[in-house]
């Protein structure tokens, strides 16, 4: 079918998409396409907006993805084939599309629209007239024998004349000159207006593709961070057919010293110079090029140039690319002496996911500065009060981390604190069970303020002996506290007097209503937690059969993950309940994305629940029988296809176990479980029966992989188990 429609209309087809396979034409959609403006003449580079709309008289079965842009800068859920194929090329062909947040609605007699710029998919060379049809696949049909509940259909436009004329050059200085205009204006209080004039008008210089188009765009790319449009610039400089223009303004761009060159500006480079059919090895080389280009500039850089420079180059290093040790060394210690002229999101990421290779008791200092220069925030939310607020909590924790005795006395100070800036993830470090010493500390500043970070170091830290006091002031607020206050002081409960919290979780799942915060919602999924203790599994097995089905999918939840071999019986239970409650009625289950949500997708969910529960707790081992006998018992097609998919785990003998490191942190899998350790996973395993085979599939780090391998083969074969390794 799609060869025969590609004879029919002899054109050339612009975009990725058509590489694959396209899903058949349904003329129950009907596609049209127009152009958004009355004209029908465009010059070489002018913005060609169009329209698309979309139908279908059949009701509540295609629905349409309504994704309006999307990260890479453009979707290609539409191709547009134009012909003659001559003189209009794809100007971005190694564009890919990385996706981004949508919704979906359902498709009906009344149009659905979406203006796009042709210009994004296709830049005319010459003049002429030329035939536009648009083929989207953005549109699903319902379809329960797919897995994802849809199946994809074509839809295909009526076909549209454009006329091209040459672009003269009085006009092309026109349209930079306002552009620039336009981008230079101060900007007004209406921040989304602006926004948006001032990305029409870097669509503009994009689409232009001339030599002082492209010089423009390489001037914007000002390294300013994700809320910048640098993005866009390089979307237009890597398209234009200005290559040595771009190539030119880069490299003088990079030689000045206050031109900060951030990780867009490198990506750019490296497409401007790399070879488009010289295949992963080609690119490898010339982003080598582009970071040594980048070093040798490195000198010359001041202020914060040389900090966002800086981190680019360290990045890169971090990454991968190849540079001597001591190179790469010398750059982090630099990079750490400009580290307090770094935006506040940098600062944030050097510590948070780059700590590994910045820790250093060299560093020690500085995360004392950011600690003790950190002050209350009347508004915590608002920038760059959250940035501030983020850094110091992980100087904090790493200032501990690496001198535990000199960080202590700060970390009991702000404990201390009437309102403690930071919550039991920062301040809960300490190795001490309990600090006695701060019982009534905690108990009357609660008393006074009742902060979340106080609930959370009041359940981490304090004793028994401010009991009375903590149940004197929940008690009578249970269900009004918000959650994150709530549950912490609960947790606290159930840890220093199981008795006593037996009774305030009674009351916490018995208050509900309007009127109340809904935190017998989260209970079973927030407490344990903070701590676990074995009185909640009566709690939650009796909670299964909660009217709300929030409480009974959250009770199913706790149970797969904490509880005791003897809740297995109450979850199959519950679920043969919920099986043979929709028996006949899988169709009002069978949801789809545009059906949105309502009480049937909180009973499919919590089917899904108490099916998860019972096929991935470490405390008992469900093998492809009972896999099979659980599939067997329901029609409902995502519970359905969930279990098939982990019965095919179960088909191949031996059974792989799956082996990674991420972050240098043990993560396995064996058939349909997860573990997170090498102790959770020979637990696991030691609940298989004698005789398993097993095959041991390691993505290898250093010595680590072969010192699991060792244990893993005397452990299995000890417990009677054989294994090989893949």
Not at 446 to 459: E, K, M, P, T, V
Not at 573 to 590: N, P, V
Request: overall charge neutral; glycine content about 4%; proline content about 6%.
């Amino acid at each position: 079918m799609r060869l025969l429609a590609l004879l029919l209309f002899l054109g050339v087809a612009v975009g990725n998409a058509f590489a694959q396979a396209t899903p058949p034409v349904d003329r129950n959609v009907v596609l049209k396409v127009a152009l958004a403006k009355d004209q029908r003449e465009f010059r070489i580079g002018e913005t060609i907006p169009l329209q698309l709309s979309y139908t279908s008289s059949v009701k509540k079965q295609y629905q349409v993805n309504a994704a309006q842009s999307d990260r890479s800068g453009r979707m290609n859920y539409e191709q547009f084939s134009i012909s003659p194929a001559e003189g209009a090329v794809d100007p971005s062909p190694n564009l890919g599309s990385l996706g981004g947040i949508t919704t979906y609605t359902f498709l009906t007699a009344e149009p659905w629209t979406i203006k796009l710029n042709l210009n994004e998919w296709v830049r005319f060379t010459q003049p002429g007239e030329y035939r536009l049809i648009v083929s989207s696949t953005r549109v699903a049909i319902r379809d329960p024998s797919n897995p994802r509940g849809t199946s994809d259909v074509t839809a295909r436009s009526n076909e549209i004349t454009l006329k091209i004329v040459k672009a003269e050059p009085a006009w092309q200085k026109r349209v930079l000159n306002e552009a620039v205009a336009k981008l230079d204006a101060p900007l007004e209080s209406n921040g989304s207006d602006q926004n948006e004039i001032r990305k029409q008008a870097f669509d503009a210089l994009r689409f232009l593709s001339t030599a002082d188009a492209t010089r423009e765009l390489v001037k914007r790319m000002r390294g300013a961070g994700s809320g910048s449009f640098d993005y866009l610039c390089m979307l237009g400089v890597t398209s234009s057919p200005e290559r040595a223009v771009a190539r030119a303004a880069l490299e003088e761009a990079l030689g000045d010293p206050d031109r900060a060159i951030d990780s867009v500006f490198l990506f750019t480079l490296t497409t401007i110079n790399s070879d488009s059919n010289g295949g992963n090895a080609n690119w490898r080389e010339t982003n080598q090029r582009s970071l040594e280009q980048l070093l040798a500039a490195l000198p010359a850089k001041r202020g914060k140039a040389l900090s966002v420079s800086l981190t680019t180059a360290v990045n890169e290093a971090w990454n991968g690319t190849a540079l001597p040790q001591q190179t790469i060394d010398k750059l982090t210690a630099q990079l750490m002496s400009v580290f307090e002229n770094l935006p506040l999101d940098q600062q944030n990421f050097l510590l948070n996911y780059r700590w590994e290779k910045i820790k250093s008791p060299a560093v020690l200092p500085l995360l004392k500065r950011y600690v003790q220069a950190y002050r209350d925030f009347p508004e915590l939310r608002s920038d760059p009060n959250y940035e501030l607020q983020q850094v110091s909590g992980s100087a904090l924790r790493h200032w501990y981390e690496l001198d535990p005795a000199g960080a202590r006395s700060t970390i009991i100070a702000e404990i201390s604190r009437p309102r403690p800036r930071f919550n039991a993830r920062v301040l809960g470090v300490l190795p001490d069970k309990t600090l006695p010493e701060l019982d009534f500390v905690l108990a009357e500043n609660f008393r006074a303020h009742q902060g979340s970070n106080l609930a959370s170091l009041i359940a981490r830290y304090a004793t028994d002996a401010i009991l009375p006091q903590v149940v004197e002031k929940l008690e009578p607020q249970i269900g009004k506290l918000s959650c994150d206050v709530q549950d912490p002081l609960v947790a606290y409960a159930l840890r220093v007097s199981p008795p006593t919290a037996a009774s305030l979780i009674q009351k916490v799942l018995a208050t509900r209503g309007e009127d109340f915060s809904a935190c017998n919602r989260d209970l079973f999924q927030t407490v344990p937690q903070i701590h676990y203790d074995p009185i909640l599994e009566n709690f939650a097995i009796e909670s299964l059969n909660d009217p709300d089905p929030d409480v009974a999918l959250a009770a199913a939840r706790m149970l797969g993950e904490f509880g005791s071999p003897a809740a297995e019986a109450a979850l199959r239970k519950r679920y043969t309940s919920w099986c043979e409650h929709w028996a006949g009625r899988e169709a009002q289950l069978d949801k789809i994305f545009a059906d949105g949500f309502d009480a049937d997708n909180d009973q499919l969910n919590l089917g899904l629940n108490l099916m998860q529960a019972l096929i991935g707790s470490h405390a008992w081992l469900l093998d492809k029988a009972e896999l099979q006998s659980l599939a067997e018992q329901t029609k409902v097609r995502q519970v359905r296809q969930q279990l098939e998919s982990y019965l095919k785990l179960w088909e191949d003998e031996p059974i792989t176990i799956n082996i990674e490191f991420p972050g240098n942190r043990l993560y396995a899998r064996v058939a349909q479980y997860r573990c997170v350790s090498l102790e959770e996973l020979k637990e696991k395993l030691a609940q298989f029966p004698a005789g398993t085979k097993f095959a041991l599939a390691i993505v290898p780090t250093e010595s680590a992989a072969s010192d699991v391998t060792t244990e893993l083969r005397q452990f299995l074969t000890s417990h009677g188990m054989s294994v090989t390794v893949k």
